[in-house]
């Protein structure tokens, strides 16, 4: 999920930067037994370019899996006609 946050970044700062904000980040998360997003929103770095909604949007897996739930359902309703139609 980290990546969606540092594609955000990208666009405002090097790609590089972008990686290298978020990577800090994380690791302070980590560290210090915080959020991601927690860690992300107390960098003024980060919070120069990106509101702690934003943030979390970002970090939100339902963001992070874009298509995926479609993609089940259509799997899941073949696979059950096809069960159905035998």
Do not use: C, K, N
């Not at 943030?55 to 006609?81: C, K, Q, W």
Request: cysteine-free; hydrophobic content about 45%; aromatic content about 4%.
């Amino acid at each position: 999920l980290a990546e969606a946050v540092a594609v955000s970044l990208s666009t405002h700062v090097a790609r590089s930067e972008a990686q290298a904000l978020v990577t800090a980040a994380s690791r302070r998360a980590r560290m210090d037994g915080i959020s991601l997003a927690e860690a992300l929103a107390a960098d003024p770095a980060v919070t120069r370019w990106m509101t702690r909604d934003e943030i979390d949007r970002r970090l939100a897996p339902e963001s992070y899996l874009g298509e995926a739930r479609t993609f089940v359902e259509r799997v899941l309703a073949r696979v059950s006609g096809s069960v159905h139609g035998r």
